[in-house]
């Protein structure tokens, strides 16, 4: 079904763009104190608490004036500026949890930050960033507002727009709702039944500090 491929490079794009800028700001908090740290960092957690709707409107008018409306690019990026606070908020104390002893150790023996970053901290907490990558893939993956609003062309439909597509004004397809709702529990299961451990160690992970 072409709307399941389009929900999974939707979700799929969305989860990585999340975690590559939340895993940057996240090592930036953790690393690196400086004077409004901590304001930005609630700051940014309150930013979770707006509306997505008004997010969707301003970039409604600029995703028409730049001519990527009825593509996928709003959606990733709508998306993953609502699920990096979270993002941002989880990874922040995995790098905490991680002692600054280790890089250090690393930097002496003549190795960058960034292989430090790569090669050291990250294979650490790689349970953590499956956990939440998991975890937006799923928000992604379930949201409906902005494949609404920024999706018109019916090839380019996603899941769950393929879902609400199946009850008219007047009638309700029962069969295809059916079947396109098991289609879309389909990732929800495969993401439970093989990141499960994961999910259980990555958020333990982030809940001591040493």
Known sequence: ??????SMVVSSSSALFTLI?????????????????????VLILIIRLFPGVLLSIALFHVAGKIGVY???????????????????WIMDTMFESIPIELEEAAWMDGA????????????LI??????TGAFIFLLTW????????????PEKMLIT????????????DFTGLIATGMLASVPLLIVF??????????LALGALKG
């Open 193 to 202: 039944i093989f990141i499960q451990r994961f999910i259980v160690s990555g």
């Open 161 to 172: 727009t393929a879902i609400a597509a199946n009850i008219g004004q007047y009638n309700v």
């Open 21 to 41: 800028v939340g895993c940057l700001a996240a090592y930036g908090f953790s690393r690196y104190r400086f004077r409004l740290s901590s304001a930005i960092r």
């Open 70 to 88: 009825d593509t996928f690019l709003p959606l990733i990026i709508l998306n993953g500026l609502l699920n990096l606070p979270f993002s941002i």
């Open 112 to 123: 960058t930050r960034m292989v430090s970053v790569f090669k050291i901290i990250l294979p």
């Open 126 to 131: 790689a349970p953590g960033l499956a956990a």
């Open 1 to 6: 079904m072409r709307a399941f491929g389009n």
């Open 142 to 153: 379930n949201e409906y507002l902005f494949a609404t609003a920024f999706i018109r062309s």
